[in-house]
T-cell receptor
Framework: DQQVKQNSPSLSVQEGRISILNCDYT??????FLWYKKYPAEGPTFLIS?????DKNEDGRFTVFLNKSAKHLSLHIVPSQPGDSAVYFC???????????FGRGTSLIVHP | EAGVTQFPSHSVIEKGQTVTLRCDPI?????LYWYRRVMGKEIKFLLH????????ESGMPNNRFLAERTGGTYSTLKVQPAELEDSGVYFC????????????FGSGTQLSVL
């Protein structure tokens, strides 16, 4: 029973365009959300996070949007660069538990 | 500063054998986690240590898996006896006290059970 769902296993985008990666969750107790980025043969690295008290958090080219009523979040990368090609994992946690629950990941390919 | 180190990077064993994975967290990180990813699936939580104590081991699949963190430094995860379904990438992660959700991951151990 997946509590964090990334329904798109892959996404292909042209360099310079926007990449939008989506994530849905089922547990209404989740109140902290994170995105991790993973290159082949490496472990995931933290990218950006958002608390449930916000609906948007921005860090350079990366912006995460949270829609609590829809239990949906998205990661926007603008502009996309070939170096952004990686697997992106969405994760969520419940305050007090502090153990992130991860999705299956979306493989992003940015074409030059 | 050294990151999270895992050893070995790859392990190929036969069904019924024993394998021990090791994780060295970032120095000073009290929290240590083990996760596993089967190909194409989610990164699934196995257990969480705070220093040498098991805080949460609800994700451990069964009693063939044993994790230890003696002295609150490095951790080992032993699988005995290994089964085919144990194959996957085992990730270790660590975090500082008070920053639990932001984990620092190692590169993982790719375990193949034949």
């Amino acid at each position: 029973d997946q509590q964090v769902k990334q329904n798109s296993p892959s996404l292909s985008v042209q360099e310079g365009r926007i990449s939008i990666l989506n994530c849905d969750y089922t547990n209404s107790m989740f109140d902290y959300f994170l995105w991790y980025k993973k290159y082949p043969a490496e472990g995931p690295t933290f990218l950006i996070s958002i608390s449930s008290i916000k609906d948007k958090n921005e860090d350079g080219r990366f912006t995460v949007f949270l829609n609590k009523s829809a239990k949906h979040l998205s990661l926007h990368i603008v502009p996309s660069q070939p170096g952004d090609s990686a697997v992106y994992f969405c994760a969520a946690s419940v305050g007090g538990s502090y153990i992130p629950t991860f999705g299956r990941g979306t493989s992003l390919i940015v074409h030059p | 500063e050294a990151g999270v180190t895992q050893f070995p990077s790859h392990s190929v064993i036969e069904k019924g054998q024993t394998v021990t994975l090791r994780c060295d967290p970032i120095s000073g990180h009290d929290n240590l986690y083990w996760y596993r990813r089967v190909m194409g699936k989610e990164i699934k939580f196995l257990l969480h240590f705070v220093k040498e104590s098991k805080q949460d081991e609800s994700g451990m699949p069964n009693n063939r898996f044993l994790a230890e963190r003696t002295g609150g430094t490095y951790s080992t995860l032993k699988v005995q006896p290994a089964e085919l379904e144990d194959s996957g990438v085992y990730f270790c992660a660590s975090s500082q006290a008070g920053s639990l959700e932001k984990l620092f991951f190692g590169s993982g151990t790719q375990l193949s059970v034949l």
